[in-house]
C-alpha cells in the first residue's frame, strides 16, 4: 500500500474560457493506492491497483490520477473566475427583484 498526503503542485494550462495560458496549484490531501506483483484481472474490486513492474514501484500515475481527482469542472485563469462570479452576483441581484 502506497499513501500520499498533503501533495502539492502546480500545473500551468490553458483557461477553459479565453484560453489563456494560466498556473495553478492544486493540493491532494490524501490518496491511497495498491501495488502488487500481479494483478488478477477478475478482481475488480479496487480500482487503485498497480502493476509492480521490474521490482519497481512506479509512482507517476499514482499521482497524476490523485491529482485529476482534485481538479476543478472548469479550469479557468483569475480573470475569467473574476468575471463569472460577477456574473453570478448580477444574476442573484435579478433573482432577489421577485
Known sequence: M??????TCTIVEPCDK???SYSREVFVPKYQAKF???ID???DEDDE???IENENID???MILNAVRLEEPFSKLCTNCTKDSLDTDEDDEDEY???
Open 2 to 7: 502506497v499513501n500520499l498526503k498533503n501533495l
Open 59 to 61: 509512482i507517476q500515475e
Open 41 to 43: 484481472p477478475e478482481d
Open 49 to 51: 491497483t498497480y502493476l
Open 96 to 98: 432577489e427583484s421577485f
Open 18 to 20: 479565453c484560453t489563456e
Open 36 to 38: 502488487q506483483i500481479q
